[in-house]
């Protein structure tokens, strides 16, 4: 970078997932590349995947070059990368607080420190709202990071392997998994599982039959984003794999062995998987007197600015009111997007002493992969209204939401490059993770 002895105005992110790399990534290329600010994002990890690629890799489908690592990027991209877990704020300093990083034994490689800032985003993403239900913090796993969904992926292929090794034995149960939610997350979860265990058959690790998969969800109607016909058709096709899918169902306790929902029934399962709902994490709750609401989302107004005239939020840990609708934009990937393209504009004016610019989130449709199975959804179109989509057209758009995170952060060229290797890595290597 230039200008080195000249005092930038330090713009702080926290949190580089699909708000936070891009926002840094074309900060960095707008304002660090000519000297004009010091862009600086911290992260708990030290390297990026697309959330909406967790389930991919919990079923360990996901290819591992789809993974970002911070550093290379923000060196390719005028920014700083800084490696640590945000815990606290002070506003009178315009600091933010970050705590030891430790290795996995525990050993502190880096102290607790402090960064300065003149402009501060704060874009942590969500947790799992575990609503405080017994025993799902201790029994469930959870897809919120992408060291849980490795997590997860670790534990299936080794229950995979206990399910086979014990095939011949008559006391050995099928293997069972229970996903509480029947929202996007749940659902692609299921099918993804559904198609993993097809091809361990395939490869003769596993039998078909030696799996079985539980929705348990609380709303009558799975995938409450879509349309019923839409919802309804997913669900026979859910049906139609064998996937069991309990409605109307509250999840009231989980033990070891399973889930028991209001009415009394008992559910086993060997794994179980919570992806009920989301909220920011609790550490932000009034954080240094910034306005949360009850999910600890700082609050925002149409600008994505807090209480606070130099901190903004975006993307799941931002409530912002969605403008002719009467909730919150919702936490979606395509939000986060919108959120990060708005908030860059907005802090380059910032700089050059303009108004900040409003924020109009503009909902496109939802799309619901079941991975090889079918993608179902509908758009949004100001001629056209709401149309429902299916098949091969409605894989190329939920494709094409992830594309627009690869062209944000690596530019076209890089991502048809990325898009071709994987093609032709996927023809060659093994289609799952296997370790
Ligand atoms: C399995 C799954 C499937 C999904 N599928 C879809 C989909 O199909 N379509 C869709 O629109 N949305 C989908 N979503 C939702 C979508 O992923 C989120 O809305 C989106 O990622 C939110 O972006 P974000 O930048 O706010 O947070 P994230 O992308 O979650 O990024 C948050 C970042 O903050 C970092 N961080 C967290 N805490 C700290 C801390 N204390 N200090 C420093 N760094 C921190 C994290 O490491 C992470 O990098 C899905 C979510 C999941 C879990």
Known sequence: MTNENIEKHKVVIVGGGAAGLELATSLGRQLGKPGLAEITLIDVAS???????????????????????????????????????????????????????????GEELIP???????????????????????????????????????????????????????????NIKPLSIAIVGAGATGVELAAQLHEVTNVLAIYGLNEKSTVKLTIIEAATQLLPALPIKLAAATQQQLVNLGVVLKMGRRVVEITKEGITTHDGEFIEADLKVWAAG????????????????????????????TSDDDIFAMGDCAACLWKGHTGNVPPRAQAAHQ?????????????????????????????????????????????????????FIAKVVYLSLYKMHQVAIHGYFRTAMLTLSNVFRRSVYRKIKMH
């Open 47 to 105: 390297t990026h995947i697309w959330k909406p690629l967790l389930h991919e890799v919990a079923a360990g489908t996901l290819d591992e070059s789809e993974q970002v690592e911070y550093l290379p990027q923000g060196h390719r991209n005028n920014f700083y990368f800084r490696l640590g877990r945000m815990e606290g704020l002070d506003r009178q300093k315009k600091q933010i607080v970050v705590s030891p990083t430790l290795s996995d034994s």
């Open 112 to 170: 607790g420190r402090t960064f300065n800032y003149d402009t501060l985003v704060m874009s942590v993403g969500s947790v799992s709202n575990t609503f405080n239900i017994k025993g799902v913090a201790e029994h469930c796993l959870f897809l919120d990071t992408t060291s849980q969904a490795f997590k997860f992926q670790k534990q299936l292929f080794e229950s995979y392997l206990k399910s086979y090794i014990g095939k011949d034995s008559a």
């Open 278 to 305: 989301i909220k920011a994490p609790d550490w932000m709750k009034g954080l240094d007197g910034l306005e949360t609401n009850h999910i600890n989302q700082l609050v925002v107004d149409s600008t994505l600015k």
């Open 339 to 391: 959120q990060a393209s708005a908030l860059c504009k907005s802090i380059i004016n910032r700089l050059k002493g303009r108004g900040l610019v409003e924020f109009v989130y503009y909902d496109y449709g939802s799309l619901v992969s079941l991975g090889k199975y079918t993608t179902v959804g509908n758009l949004m179109g100001n001629l056209m209204g709401t149309v429902s989509i299916g098949g």
